[in-house]
């Protein structure tokens, strides 16, 4: 029986991210982290029963929620796109296979093979413009990525990261 490794247990995806597209992301969670704030403390003062204050601040709680969410989401992507952007090479990911995973949204997944030594292939679902196309464009087509071998992290880039 054979012990030799998952090539693509060894690898991690990335989401890459831009500055300005983390910076508008950050700047929509404060947003909406205000209006679940305010939205809570002007339910006690306006609503005129109780049961109107629980389901506003049910409401309010979710938006918060939603807020802290997306600047979370978005400090961690910054993160790992500047760890993997000195070390990190720019790569064209030529798509091997496509499977439509479509639920409610246009997704697919694609099976891409790194340009690495073993070529490992690793798989990506998205229903993004890019990854769609890419999957429309199959068989001969490729989608930019950014892959950092020291770190053996990867990701598909959904747009600049150079901003």
């Not at 070529?119 to 769609?132: E, G, N």
Request: include cysteine; glycine fraction near 8%; hydrophobic fraction near 50%.
């Amino acid at each position: 029986m054979s012990t030799a490794p998952d090539p693509l247990s060894e690898w991690t995806q990335i989401d890459p991210i831009g500055r300005r597209s983390a910076v508008g992301q950050r700047v929509a969670a404060v947003v909406l982290t205000l209006i679940g704030i305010v939205g809570g403390v002007l339910s006690f003062r306006m609503a005129p029963e109780w049961w109107v204050v629980v389901l506003s601040l049910l409401g309010c709680v979710f938006v918060l929620l939603v807020g802290v969410s997306l600047w979370v989401n978005a400090v961690l992507r910054a993160k790992a796109t500047a760890e993997a952007r000195p070390t990190g090479r720019r790569v064209s990911l030529r798509v091997l296979l496509v499977e439509d995973i479509t639920d409610d949204m246009e997704t697919y997944r694609l099976h891409l093979r790194l340009p690495i030594e073993g070529a490992p292939i690793v798989q990506h679902a998205c229903s993004a413009r890019r990854c769609t196309d890419a999957a429309h464009a199959f068989p001969g087509s490729e989608v930019p990525a950014v892959i950092d071998e020291s770190r053996r992290v990867w990701g598909v880039l959904h747009g600049s990261i150079d901003d």
